[in-house]
Nanobody, 122 residues
Framework: QVQLVESGGGLVQPGGSLRLSCAAS????????MGWYRQAPGKQRELVAD???????NYADSVKGRFTISRDNAKNTVYLQMNSLKPEDTALYYC????????????????WGQGTQVTVSS
């Protein structure tokens, strides 16, 4: 019903920058919060940042001041600008979206993308 596709991951040196994008498509009526999570090998998935439809944002302490989340409601897309990257930022990054679909207007469901790899290494 709803697909989320991430892009923009890759290999970057410490101190470098990357911009992740996540586009939602399908039977979308409205999208509430959208967010970015990450999971490093051997660790649990953790919240990186999220943003409401009104563009209120929330960040993990580890990325405050370095990462910026934003969204384009007209394009159903959320972005994550990552600056001053560190090796500990290496992980598989997932986006998610809290969606009301046209098929079930009475409920909200959370959808996930397939993930995009970010590797920070010299």
């Amino acid at each position: 019903q709803v697909q989320l596709v991430e892009s923009g991951g890759g290999l970057v040196q410490p101190g470098g920058s990357l911009r992740l994008s996540c586009a939602a498509s399908g039977s979308i009526f409205s999208i509430n919060a959208m967010g970015w999570y990450r999971q490093a090998p051997g660790k649990q998935r953790e919240l990186v940042a999220d943003i409401t439809s009104g563009r209120s944002t929330n960040y993990a302490d580890s990325v405050k001041g370095r990462f910026t989340i934003s969204r384009d409601n007209a394009k159903n897309t959320v972005y994550l600008q990552m600056n001053s990257l560190k090796p500990e930022d290496t992980a598989l990054y997932y986006c998610n979206a809290d969606v009301v679909t046209t098929l079930r207007l009475w409920r909200r469901d959370v959808y996930w993308g397939q993930g995009t790899q970010v590797t920070v290494s010299s």
